[in-house]
């Protein structure tokens, strides 16, 4: 294998690399949370419009609209940025390859991922596309701020270049492999795409001279890249060697992109322009303050090194506060690999969330999806999850509850603490006490989990919890009861009582993942809009001794299904079959 060569022509008028920054220490100690702010900034990565969304794309999307909408419900003043990822050789050849000017092709492809989010309810405050104006007056802005610190100098890079991944690889990051013809081809390593050797002149950022200030941020805040798995990750390649990047691209290679302020003849790089974008949706370069300070990235593993490396890098240089936290995510796979045009295995999101509901696709990807491990993806393991624990688990406890069989009246009846009193006694048995410490505790879990974005740990609690309550409600079988004994009555009343108790609580926390589903038990339940966030996440009060404000309150009125069963449970093999209340997947 052919050794590439890293050479570079540093400037003559190169500061000496203490003087290049200001207070980086400062900055990274900014990352420190304050106690009384209420502001929260998260963000997905913005997408390549080379081509159609995926479920990947939605995976990395949904993630972050559920941590937007939980630190909503705690009552933070939360933004949200996503968006579309226009610029680079990539976009450039997919259009051309398209037949499309680049502007007309990326227009196209970006209003296809906004209409994939706004049908599965991404509730993003902003949607940024870095063919916009506001874009290039930042990434001017940002470029200009390091050049005049001398982080940016002249130079000439030769060495290997993948475009699909837009990224520049060391020549221990590269292999070799046979294309589809079986030729010999040189690939990266990680990704497996092609790479080509290039040779050019452009500008260079002086990432060499960040080694030790990153080690010192990542020592110093262990918690900054999570899951821990991938902070080793980050600190193992920053104990390599860590060569300048180069910045920019010839002009008569790379048109479609922003040119370097005062070099007509070289473009921006892609990676320098897209992550700006971030800054962009806070206000930058003048009113990003009140944001900038609180940003949280999601992403995918395949983009940590530029999130974890080059990001904090170009903020130190620019004297800007790094991330609070990068929260990486692994990846979806069907049949065992990597989803690929080539290999024919795409999961179009789009269809899947028409098929299983926006709602449905969501639940799915945050119950199954990993953050530290990649997980394989199949129509069927999406239908038995859903009817198992959406539609039979969480459905079937509320239809019980709230069945006119069992609650004429459809109110939110009374709890009688002499049924079920503080001291063993009444004719509540020691399993029931244990499933009212195990509900009580749940929203703090459940905080826990949303905090560090394992939101499956927190389904997997909140849907412990529901077989808890399915448990209490078959064990005392309240259809059983005899409502003309009044002892028997005020015993039925309190066990519904605490089981709908139970739902608001599952149905307040599950708002993140299922806004929709959530909005319709909580309506049922008779709970108003303002009385469904964290604060209102106090577990029977009655049997506290306080006051419940829902005892006596008439449901909601629409006691259609909760969540439709999906009948297929094979997508591939059987042919659907209609019913009416359940929903045909294939
Ligand atoms: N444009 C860059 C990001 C720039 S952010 C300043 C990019 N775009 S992407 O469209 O290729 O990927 C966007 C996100 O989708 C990444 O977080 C990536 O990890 C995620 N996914 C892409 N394929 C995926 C799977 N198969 N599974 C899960 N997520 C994956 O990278």
Request: charged share 20%; net charge positive; proline share 5%.
């Amino acid at each position: 294998m052919k050794v590439a060569v890293l050479r570079f022509q540093q400037s003559p008028f190169l500061l000496p690399v203490p003087a290049l920054w200001t207070h980086p220490r400062s900055a990274a100690l900014s990352t420190r949370l304050c106690k009384d702010d209420r502001s929260y900034y998260i963000t997905t990565p913005i997408f390549y419009v080379n081509a159609s969304p995926h479920l990947g794309h939605l995976y990395s999307a949904v993630l972050a609209d559920c941590l937007h909408r939980y630190k909503l419900l705690q009552g933070f003043n939360s933004k949200f940025a996503t968006g579309t990822d226009e610029h680079g050789l990539k976009i450039q050849q997919a259009a051309e390859a398209a037949g499309k000017d680049p502007m007309t092709f990326c227009t196209g492809v970006s209003k296809q991922f906004r209409h994939l989010f706004d049908s599965c309810n991404i509730s993003y405050t902003d949607y940024i596309r870095t063919t916009e104006q506001r874009h290039r007056e930042a990434v001017e802005h940002f470029w200009s701020v390091l050049w005049n610190k001398g982080l940016i100098y002249k130079g000439s890079y030769e060495g290997w270049y993948s475009t699909q991944d837009e990224s520049f690889l060391m020549p221990s990051q590269v292999g070799d492999a046979l294309d589809s013809l079986g030729k010999e081809i040189k690939v990266s390593l990680e990704s497996g795409h092609k790479v080509e050797w290039m040779k050019e002149e452009n500008y260079m950022f002086r990432l060499s001279a960040f080694q030790s200030p990153l080690l010192d941020w990542l020592r110093g805040n262990p918690q900054v890249v999570q899951p821990d798995r991938f902070h080793q990750v980050v600190l193992k390649w920053l104990q390599e060697d860590l060569p300048d990047l180069s910045v920019s691209r010839q002009r008569s290679r790379l048109q479609w992109g922003i040119p370097v302020p005062g070099d007509d003849e070289q473009t921006i790089y892609v990676w320098l322009d897209a992550l700006v974008n971030y800054l962009t949706v806070a206000g930058y370069p003048d009113k990003h303050n009140q944001w900038w300070h609180v940003a949280r990235h999601v992403i995918g593993k395949d983009i940590l090194k530029f999130h974890a490396i080059y990001w904090p890098a170009f903020l130190l240089g620019a004297g800007l506060p790094l991330p609070r936290v990068i929260h990486v995510h692994s990846h979806w796979t069907v049949g065992g690999k990597k989803m690929s045009k080539s290999l024919g295995n795409v999961v179009n999101p789009l269809d899947r969330s028409q098929i299983f509901t926006a709602d449905g696709m969501r639940y799915f990807l945050l119950r199954q999806g990993v953050p530290d491990s990649d997980c394989d993806y199949t129509d069927n393991k999406v239908a038995k999850l859903l009817n198992a624990e959406l539609a039979d688990s969480l459905g079937g406890l509320l239809n019980r509850c709230t069945a006119p069989a069992l609650n004429p009246a459809q109110v939110y009846p009374s709890f009688c603490s002499q049924s079920f009193p503080r001291e063993q006694g009444g004719r509540a048995v020691g399993e029931d006490y244990l499933m009212l410490d195990a509900v009580k505790n749940l929203p703090a879990v459940v905080e826990k989990h949303y905090e560090t974005m394992h939101v499956y740990k927190a389904l997997e609690a909140i849907n412990a919890c529901v077989r808890l309550t399915n448990g209490f409600v078959q064990r005392h079988a309240p259809w059983k009861l005899d409502r003309k004994d009044s002892e028997d009555q005020r015993w039925l009343d309190t066990i519904i009582h605490i089981s709908l108790e139970c739902l608001r609580i599952y149905g307040t926390l599950l708002q993140p993942v299922v806004p929709e589903t959530s909005n319709k038990l909580l309506s049922r339940l008779g709970v108003q809009p303002h009385e469904r966030s964290s604060a209102a996440l106090n577990f029977l009060p009655r049997y506290q001794g306080m006051d419940c404000p829902f005892e006596g309150r008439a449901l909601g009125s629409d006691c259609g299904v909760l969540f439709s069963r999906l009948e297929n449970q094979n997508a591939d093999k059987q042919k659907p079959t209609k019913t009416k209340k359940s929903a045909n997947f294939k």
